[in-house]
Structure formats: structure tokens, C-alpha cells
């Protein structure tokens, strides 16, 4: 029944049967929600405030391209297609390097930056685990040799290759925002083995970074503060020490020293939390400005119909844009009020007009089910029974904080009255078609398909 009632959404166009077929009896696509653990002693420091410095900027995303197929007349290829079982990638022959060695991080960033999905877990899942395979590659090219980073020619065929190999497996790196320059250092002056382990306290940053408490890294940080202290020591012998490129630059170096010392899945786990940390203190939605939201909500002193269709079409709009985790919703929810107030919207609409954090990330079945990623560290699963999935953190009707002011400059998520609320412990399965990500297919097969019949 629920098959039936969402397939009505497309009813009329000329895919409809070929899109009810692919949904509803392929079978592919479920998303559950994460049962969690009781809160321990440490869970409520697990937020993040804003970093005083620029070193940990959030992740950059490129403008996303969704699947679209401009061939009329042909036959649509399958939208979920069978990941070859071997790499079959057109290389470039010219970097020396055997992939096989790091599959297991190959095929761990290929899952988690699947074409189907990409787009819509960039921020979160597939950009940090791009991002940490490139660390890991980088380590383990130098790792024979004196140096720490690739020459660019080199550097430019490998990154190449790495493109080609995770194309192969069914990836879409292109949302990321890296670059074969992530690999040579850049404008760091120290670029070899030798000089980096005079320079630095390899102990100490060793000692910080092989084993991370998942908990307490984010906002009682450890291993952060030894990478940027480790860049800060090599990036002080250039000239131009002060600038935040050359910091930056270091910190690469810095991650491919880390890499040589450390097990793949060891390096690959504190760069994805790493990562974590980075994103979930920055809303990675785009807001404009709210006109018309703050016409029908100025001044008002009881809940307003207008008020509230105006909010909710807005948001509705925001929440296309992509996946969050529950800790982005937070400050999304606070950087959207904060709008709101500068606006002269003075009372507590989220509460007027029961608006939730669930509601600024991707939904589905309209306000019945929505998806906020978990904070920590999660991939999408490929597996050839049950398709792509993800856990789902958060999925109750928790109400979304409305900003005691307008700014947002003294905003914090590790304070202890900024803790998450209490979570839902019991675990439920989303119904129909395979819950959330049937409405994401019919949001794509409308505004991307359908068009083709114009």
C-alpha cells in the first residue's frame, strides 16, 4: 500500500512503470534507524564549539550533479547497477603505485560515494572518506622512500588513477572539492622524512593520534591540537609561516607521516572522526533570505496559518538540499532562527508551528519520517541482498532550538547546557518501499527525469 501511494507521485508520466518497477520489486533500498546507548558520563562533551583559528575549516563541497540520462529514445540503464567484481579502470600506467594494497580503503570510499548517493552524503560520508584515502594513498607511495609527498607530475597521473580506480566501483568523487595538489605538499617547506622527525615530537603526535576517544576528541581534543602543533613546527621554517595555505599544506604532510605509522584501518578511523569533528561545526545548508517567511511571522502573538505554511515551504525548499547529521541540525536550526530574528521574528515559531531538527535534513513520507545522519563517523553499505543503506540517527520529533538572540557569534555546541536531548533507545525499520530513500529517488525521478518528457 505504501508502494502504491508514493508511485502515485509520478502518476501520469511516461516513466512511471519503469520507475515503480525498479522501487517497489527490485527491493533494493532500506534505511533503519541507530538503536543508542545510554548516555555515558562523557556522551554530553561530545559537541563542538567553533575553532578560534581558520586551520579546521568545514569540508568545501563542489556543486552537485544528480544522475541524469540525456539519451531520448533509449533504453534507461539500471538505476542501481551491479559493482563490478573486479577493477576494470582505463590507468594511466604512469604512477607506480599497486592498489590492491589499500583495497580495503578503496572500496570503503567507493561505497561511501556511490553515483546514486554522493550527492546527498557529500558533506558527511563521502568527502571525509575521500579525503582520509587520499592521506592513506600518500603514505603509502612515500613509504619507501625519504619524502612524504608526491612530485606533481606524479602526483597528477596518481590522483588520476585514484579517480579511474573508485570510478570503476561505481563512484562519484567529482563532489569533493580535492585535488591532485592535496598530495604534494604544497607550499610546506618540509617535504622529506628526515627533516619533519628533527622538527617535530614524533612521539607526542604518535602518542595523540593512534588511538582516539570517539567521545571526547571533538570538544576535549587530543589529537587535533598535536596535528596543528606538528604543522605549526614545520610550516615555522618558511618565510611565510603565518599564512594559513602554508599551515594548511603542512597539515597534509603531517597526515602522510601519520599514515606510514599507522594500520590503514587505524589511520583511516582517526581521519574520518577528525573529519567528523570539522563538518558538524558548520550548517552546510544554504539559506536565502527568508522575505516571505519574515513578512507572515513579524509580530505575531498566536499561532498564524500563514505564519506557518510560509515556514514550512521554506524549509521544505532548504531540506532537498541534502543529508545532515543531528549535531549540523542543531546549528542549522539556529542559524536559520537567528536569520528569522534579524528579521524582527520575535517569537519561537519552531514551537508555533511544531517544527523539528529532523526537518532540516532530507525527508520522507513528508513529516512522518526523516533521516539525520549520526555524528559520528558512518558509510553507506553495498551489499548485493539489500542495496545501499545507512543508519539513521535521531529520527523522533525532537523540537528544533529557537536562538535566544540574533547572532550567532558565541554559539557552542560543547557547553553542557548544549548537550543533544535524550535519544530514542528502541529500534524501528521505515515501512513501504523501503522507507526514506524512496522519497529521495521520487525527489531526483521528478526533478530530473520527468523534465525529459517536456
Known amino acids: 500500500m505504501d508502494c502504491i501511494k508514493a508511485a502515485t507521485l ?31 558520563p562523557t556522551s554530553t562533551s561530545q559537541l563542538v564549539s567553533l575553532p578560534s583559528s581558520g586551520i579546521f575549516e568545514p569540508i568545501e563541497i563542489s556543486p552537485s550533479v544528480l544522475p541524469h540520462y540525456p539519451f531520448l529514445g533509449k533504453t534507461l540503464p539500471p538505476m542501481y547497477p551491479a559493482f563490478p567484481k573486479t577493477y576494470k579502470p582505463v590507468l594511466t600506467g604512469k604512477c607506480p603505485f599497486n592498489f590492491s594494497s589499500i583495497s580495503n580503503i578503496i572500496e570503503k570510499t567507493a561505497s561511501d560515494c556511490s ?23 600518500q603514505g603509502h607511495f612515500t613509504k619507501s622512500s625519504d619524502v612524504l609527498v608526491l612530485e606533481n607530475s606524479t602526483a597528477d597521473d596518481c590522483f588520476s588513477d585514484i579517480v579511474e580506480v573508485l570510478g570503476s566501483r561505481g563512484a562519484n568523487s567529482s563532489v569533493c572539492s580535492f585535488q591532485s595538489s592535496n598530495l604534494t605538499g604544497g607550499s610546506c617547506p618540509v617535504k622529506d622524512v628526515n627533516t619533519f622527525e628533527r622538527t617535530v615530537n614524533t612521539s607526542k603526535l604518535l602518542n595523540a593520534c593512534s588511538v582516539i576517544d570517539h567521545l571526547k576528541e571533538c570538544c576535549r581534543s587530543v589529537c587535533q591540537p598535536a596535528i596543528a602543533e606538528a604543522a605549526f613546527q614545520i610550516s615555522s621554517l618558511a618565510s611565510n609561516s603565518d599564512n594559513i595555505h602554508v599551515l594548511n599544506d603542512c597539515k597534509g604532510v603531517v597526515y602522510s607521516w601519520l599514515s606510514r605509522k599507522l594500520p590503514s ?13 570539522k563538518v558538524n561545526k558548520v550548517c552546510p545548508l ?4 527568508p522575505v516571505e517567511v519574515i513578512k507572515a511571522c513579524r509580530n505575531l502573538g498566536a499561532p498564524s496559518p500563514l505564519c506557518c505554511s510560509s515556514l514550512n515551504s521554506y524549509i521544505a525548499g532548504v531540506q532537498r538540499q541534502m543529508l545532515i547529521t543531528n549535531q549540523q541540525a542543531i546549528i542549522c536550526a539556529s542559524v536559520f532562527g537567528s536569520m528569522l530574528r534579524k528579521g524582527g521574528v520575535l517569537t ?14 532530507l525527508q520522507a513520507y513528508g513529516e512522518e519520517a526523516g533521516c539525520l545522519l549520526r555524528s559520528m563517523p558512518a558509510d553507506v553499505v553495498y551489499d548485493n541482498s539489500s542495496g545501499f543503506s545507512f543508519t539513521c540517527d535521531l529520527s523522533d520529533n525532537i523540537a528544533a532550538p529557537w536562538p535566544s538572540s540574533s547572532s550567532m557569534a558565541s554559539f557552542s555546541l560543547c557547553a553542557p547546557e ?10 524501528t525499520e521505515y515501512p513501504g ?8 529517488l521520487i525527489f531526483m525521478f521528478v526533478l530530473f527525469i520527468v523534465p525529459l518528457n517536456d
Open 348 to 361: 519561537d515559531v519552531y514551537e508555533l508551528c511544531d517544527v523539528d531538527l529532523k526537518d532540516f535534513s
Open 115 to 137: 553515483q546514486l548517493l554522493a550527492p546527498l552524503v557529500a558533506n558527511v560520508i563521502c568527502c571525509p572518506q575521500f579525503g582520509s584515502s587520499l592521506h592513506i594513498f
Open 433 to 440: 518501499c523501503n522507507g526514506f530513500l524512496l522519497d529521495v
Open 418 to 427: 548544549m548537550s543533544l536531548p535524550a535519544l530514542p533507545t528502541s529500534q
Open 286 to 289: 544554504e539559506f536565502k533570505q
Open 10 to 40: 509520478l502518476k501520469g508520466s511516461l516513466w512511471f512503470h519503469l520507475f515503480l518497477l525498479t522501487i517497489c520489486s527490485s527491493n533494493l533500498l532500506y534505511v533503519i534507524s541507530e538503536e543508542k546507548l545510554p548516555p555515558s
Open 265 to 277: 584501518e587505524a589511520a583511516d578511523s582517526a581521519f574520518r572522526l577528525l573529519a567528523a569533528c
